[in-house]
């Protein structure tokens, strides 16, 4: 029995976007059916938070902010093997972001006359960590790690609370945090924490007030989505993160058994992620099927992974060669790619569109998810046509300083003046008329 819905498009010219398995997400719709959450956290604060917590999560705040005991005491419990694992992760990441800072730039325009490009971090930033179908202390360290190196001063971590841990984050969220230093932390999930970081919101004292941030990042699901989507504006925001994508782009040298392994990787992250495999091997694609029938069945969480498999959103793209084959994946613009081909980092080289891409048989999705030095906050849902993942260009701003003396802005006065003029804007011309007394 087959598991992956298949579209043929050997033969085809036509532009493959349309044709292309995607999961269906209407945003607006959940934007207005949020809105009354965030508009409420807007105006009354603890209050709105806690009542939405309690119908969302079930949970009843005592109040916001975790205390700074309980954030040391999820660091000195956790797992050691975890631990290790969670420090490896962050001198990875570290390494690799460290290498993303920019420098200042100065230009001499002319004699006189310099434009220098700063780079300055925004002052705060809001990182929302998710905790619906798992847990991601691994996203507290593809959030914190980039704007460390950024230089942001303030770093805000929000994160749903877990009626099991005692209404606190997941512990080993917790535990993250702690070892990256962060130590505002606060147990709010859903829109209902997207609008107390943008809009900033009391506690029920002094030391329990979250000021708002300047910057929101960090994945989660529809509704998350749809409150930074009303935020966007108020604040910054990295992407309206849609659920995860793999595609994979394979010819028949590619190890059937890694395909559906890889494949089944995402899939077990939620019912709506996405699995697309595209290939000009038909033999692969019975191949993969075999595996994907061997090893959904055994992994833990089957139900979620065949549902998302056999949803419209995954399938198997046919196509005539790998030509083609890029052509889709470029098209499909997926969050991750893996490229297990011949020759697989020239062809990967050729990859215009893609969130991140994985090279070759030993670098699958999961190294980037955890231990790459990669981040794994990227776009969703095509947007890698435009976007990038998150990274310290994220909290960053460039901004440019311009300094002319006398000499430099008298040589160019002409011509300020005649563009002035001929867009009818003479008052601009006259503020540097007015410079030299005419």
Known sequence: MRVLNRIDLRGSTRDPRGLLPRARLDVSVAVEKIRPVVEAV???????????????????????????????????????????????????????????RRTDVTTQVVPGG???????????????????????PSTVVMNVVPAQEAGVEGLVVASPPQAENGGLPDA???????LLGVDE???????????????????????????????????????VTAAKRLLRGTVGIDAEAGPTEIAILADDTADPRHVAADLISQAEHDPLAASVLVTDSEALVEAVETELA????????????????????????????LE????????????????QTRDARQWALRVRNAGAIFVGAWSPVSLGDYAAGSNHVLPTGGCARHSSGLSVQSFLRGIHVVEYDETALRDVAGHVVALADAEDLPAHGDAVKARFGR
Not at 114 to 136: H, K, M
Not at 172 to 178: G, N, S
Not at 186 to 215: F, H, K, N, T
Request: proline share 3%.
């Open 172 to 178: 080993r969220v917790l535990a993250a945090c702690a």
């Open 114 to 136: 310099t434009v220098i490009e700063r780079w300055v971090p925004v002052r705060r930033v809001g990182l929302y960590v998710p905790g619906g179908l798992a847990v991601y």
């Open 185 to 223: 932390v606060y147990a709010v999930g859903g829109a209902q924490a997207i609008a107390m970081l943008g809009y900033g919101s009391r506690g029920v004292d002094a030391g329990d007030r979250c000021e708002p941030v300047d910057v929101i990042t960090g994945p989660g699901n529809i509704w």
């Open 324 to 339: 083609q084959g890029l052509r889709v994946v470029d098209a499909y613009a997926a969050e991750h790619l893996e490229v």
């Open 294 to 321: 061997r090893q959904v069945p055994a992994t833990k969480h089957a139900e979620r992974v065949r549902t998302a498999l056999t949803g419209e959103q995954s399938g198997v793209v046919l196509v005539d060669d």
């Open 42 to 100: 807007h105006e009354h604060g603890f209050s709105a938070i806690r009542e939405a917590t309690e119908r969302f999560d079930g949970v009843t705040l005592d109040r916001l902010r975790v205390p700074a005991e309980a954030i040391a005491a999820a660091a000195e419990t956790l797992d050691a093997g975890v631990r290790e694992a969670l420090l490896e992760s962050i001198k990875r990441a570290r390494k690799v972001h460290a290498d993303q």
